[in-house]
């Protein structure tokens, strides 16, 4: 059930066309890996200065903001409902708000309003931790619902291995394969049929049936990069078929996150870990270029962006480091919100927006 999940997931992403810099439709962005190649983006801000605006919100939420053009979209825990809101890019006026689901609880840190938002520029879908899967058009006319769980069964009902992951899309070869980290392996599959079509073992190497996965993997290139809950973090080279654990396996790392997605430009790959520990590899041997370095202690949940030749990730306290991408350490700034975050940064236009548990802020002024 729950790899069915993720084959809609990740073939609706597939549906966005005309993708641009300045949009930002995904979780991770138009490159869906948390790169952007925007220049010129905001290095220092408070909660006052360099803000262009601030929205208030109801409730915390794991959810990043996506944004296609003048519309931003977030889901939204409020009470004991989830709403999708639209906001107004330029001013930060809602819009409209569309009612998802009841039944919103807290599960450790996070609600059910923690999945991200996914739109191609015309239309927008968001799932719910609840199980209710809708879509709707930029008016905010609903096109369809899934009660996923009334369909397939409730979360969470067997005991086994668990994975909160997103997929990623891997274009090899003149084809696209769906990549999907489960609670023990990692998999490809046709992106029509959703056959798999190569497997690698070793995310759970200790065979516990309560582990679990939040850090999604990442493609880029010809490359495969699978987090697990720490250690291994597992580098495959893409173009296998069957069991892959060792024929297509580059390299490992033991010091992998836990909950933050890494990041890489293709030559260096960047992990922050939950305690804001940093280690830059080579992204292609795995070979230690830096690390360990520390950021400013704390609780990481957020996944760092790479952008501007900067690196930026967000603690749970508000706390956003910038660092400089590249081969040597250097931390270029620290932005503090003082107030809880889960959600990752968003970039558009010259701008970042950032999800506190009281605002959504826009920093920096609009590029046109």
């Not at 990730?313 to 706390?319: A, H, P």
């Not at 620290?334 to 010259?350: H, K, P, R, T």
């Not at 970042?352 to 609009?366: H, M, N, P, S, V």
């Amino acid at each position: 059930m729950r790899t069915r999940l993720l084959l809609i997931a990740a073939l609706l992403t597939t549906a966005a066309t005309g993708l641009s810099a300045d949009n930002w439709p995904h979780w991770r962005g138009p490159s869906r890996d948390g790169v952007s190649t925007e220049t010129n983006l905001p290095l220092k801000w408070t909660t006052d200065e360099n803000i262009a605006w601030k929205l208030a919100m109801p409730a915390w939420s794991g959810s990043t903001p996506i944004i296609w053009g003048e519309r931003i979209f977030l889901n939204v825990a409020d009470g004991s409902d989830l709403w999708l809101w639209s906001v107004d890019r330029a001013k930060g006026d809602v819009l409209w708000k569309k009612h998802l689901s009841g039944g919103d609880h807290r599960e450790r840190k996070q609600n059910m309003s923690s999945p991200s938002p996914v739109t191609d520029g015309r239309h927008v879908w968001v799932m719910t931790g609840t199980g209710i899967f809708k879509a709707f058009d930029f008016d905010g006319n609903e096109i369809w619902m899934r009660d996923i769980q009334a369909d397939y069964g409730k979360f969470g009902f067997n005991e086994s291995p668990d994975a909160y992951t997103t997929p990623a899309l891997l274009r090899y070869d003149g084809k696209t394969e769906i990549v999907i980290t489960g609670g023990d392996v990692v998999t490809g599959h046709d992106h029509e049929t959703g056959q798999e079509l190569w497997r690698a073992d070793g995310l759970n190497p200790q065979n516990d049936p309560n582990h679990r996965i939040v850090a999604s993997p990442i493609v880029h290139g010809e490359m495969i990069y699978a987090p697990t809950r720490v250690r291994p973090l597992l580098a495959l080279q893409a173009g296998g078929r069957g069991d892959v654990t060792e024929s297509h396996r580059a390299w490992s790392f033991d010091r992998g996150p836990d909950v933050p997605t890494p990041v890489t430009d293709g030559r260096y790959f960047y992990v922050v870990d939950d305690r804001g520990i940093v280690h830059c590899l080579d992204a292609k041997t795995g070979a230690v270029v830096y690390g360990p370095e520390r950021l400013r202690p704390g609780t990481y949940s957020a996944s760092p962006l790479l952008a501007d030749g900067k690196i930026y990730v967000t603690n749970e306290d508000g706390l956003t480091s910038v660092f400089k991408a590249g081969p040597a350490f250097e931390i270029l700034a620290e932005n503090a919100m003082n107030d809880y975050c889960l959600s990752s940064i968003a970039v558009s236009e010259g701008q970042l927006f950032l999800r506190t548990t009281g605002f959504l802020y826009a920093i920096g002024q609009r590029r046109k």
